[in-house]
Each structure stands twice: as C-alpha cells, then as structure tokens.
C-alpha cells in the first residue's frame, strides 16, 4: 500500500471517445506526475503537475492533458482516443524512502486503459 | 539525451540460483541519479534503490546487491538465491540533476521468472 490511490482500476474505451483518469495521494503532495505503460514497454512521462499548473511534459500530443487540484489530486485526460492508446496510466508522488530517506517517487497501482 | 537499456527482456532461474539484472545509461548531466523499481503483477512499481551519481558505493540489502561502475555507466543488480517472490518486472530508470524531479526515464523492463 503506497499511498497513491487511481480510479478506476480498468476501463474499456472506443475509438474516438474521451476518458478521465484519477488519482489521490494519501500525503497530499503538492507535485504528481503520470506515466503510460504500454505492454511490455517501461513507463513513459505523459507530464507533470506542480501546484495546480504543469510542469515538464513528455512527447506526448495536446489530446494528453492534466488538472491538478487544490487538495493535490489529479486527472488525466485523454481526448481522441486512438488504439495506441490502449496502456497501463501510472500517477506518481513524491515519497520518501524508508532505508535511506531519499525523495523517491511513490506509484499508484495504475488505470488499465483499453481502447477498442 | 537521456537513455536507459536494459538488454535481457526475460530471464528464468530455478529457486536459489543468483541472478544479475544488467542496466546501462546515457546522460549528458554530471549530475543524475539512478533507480531501480519492481513491478509485481498487481502493477504497483515498488522503489527498490536510489543512488547519485557521485557515490559509486555498491549497496547490499539483504539479498539485494548493486553495483555502480560510472565508467562503464551500468547499474546492475543482482538477487543472492533467488526466491519465487522476486519473479516480477524489474525496471532501471535515471533522472536529471533536480533530486525532486517527478520525470524519470524508465529502461524496457527485465522480467524476471524464478521457477520452484
């Protein structure tokens, strides 16, 4: 158990149609981060939000974006699905390790996403 | 730009054998810092290990060892007799020089099978 809740845990989409994904931190952090993973693939950085606006965004299209709200949860949104999009979304926080006290990046189980 | 490899896509040993997960990094910054995560089939990523890449000390934890050669820029890891439980995806991941960054760049994955 991380701390980092998303919803919902599966969802199946079609071709076309938009999806909100969410995510809440135990801890509150005001700094959360999303990944895609698709099969097989290691996750990669969709963007990142720091205190309500984004802040670092990966090689993702505008059809990708985020909310960050003021009691540090999140959205993901995804307009114009494609099938490409089908993935594993992963929200992150910021958490500190336990052995060595490092600021470690704490993740969610994830949104299993398909797109049909 | 930033890259990670991770060259093994899959490796299967038998309970108590010894297994070296290989991970190799390309950055331009002097500074960055190196992870490595375990990802269950539940999806979750679990932090494992952080290190800078100003302390080349090899770490041991339990039956977990890694080592850290900036002059071969690999950060390899390695399970001492392996237990069924380890069998996961295993994922190398380098970040830039912010320690509070929420964008890390994630290797392909080595899943790692440890057959009874």
């Known amino acids: 158990e991380t701390g980092v809740t998303q919803s919902p845990t599966h969802l199946i989409k079609t071709r076309g149609q938009q999806v909100t994904l969410r995510c809440s931190s135990q801890s509150g952090h005001n700094t959360v981060s999303w990944y895609q993973q698709a099969l097989g693939q290691g996750p990669q950085f969709i963007f990142q939000?720091?205190?309500?606006?984004?802040?670092g965004r990966g090689n993702f299209p505008p059809r990708f974006s985020g909310l960050q709200f003021p009691n540090y949860s999140s959205e993901l949104n995804v307009n114009a699905l494609e099938l490409d999009d089908s993935a594993l979304y992963l929200c992150a926080t910021p958490g500190t390790s336990g052995k060595s006290g490092a600021n470690v990046l704490t993740f969610g189980a994830g949104s299993r996403l398909t797109v049909l | 730009a930033q890259k990670v490899t991770q060259a093994q896509t899959e490796i299967s040993v038998v309970e108590k054998e010894d297994v070296t997960l290989d991970c190799v990094y390309e950055t331009r910054d002097t500074t960055y810092y190196l992870f490595w995560y375990k990802q269950p089939p539940s999806g979750e990523l679990v932090f494992l290990i952080r290190r800078n890449s100003f302390d080349e000390q090899n770490e041991i934890s339990g039956r977990y060892s890694w080592n850290f050669q900036k002059s071969t820029s690999s950060f390899n890891f390695t399970i001492t007799a392996s237990q069924v439980v380890d069998s996961a995806v295993y994922f190398c991941?380098?970040?830039?020089?912010?320690?509070?960054?929420?964008?890390?760049?994630f290797g392909q994955g080595t899943t790692l099978q440890v057959k009874p």
């Open positions: 991941a380098l970040s830039g020089p912010s320690s509070n960054t929420g964008k890390l760049i």
């Open positions: 939000y720091y205190r309500e606006e984004e802040n």
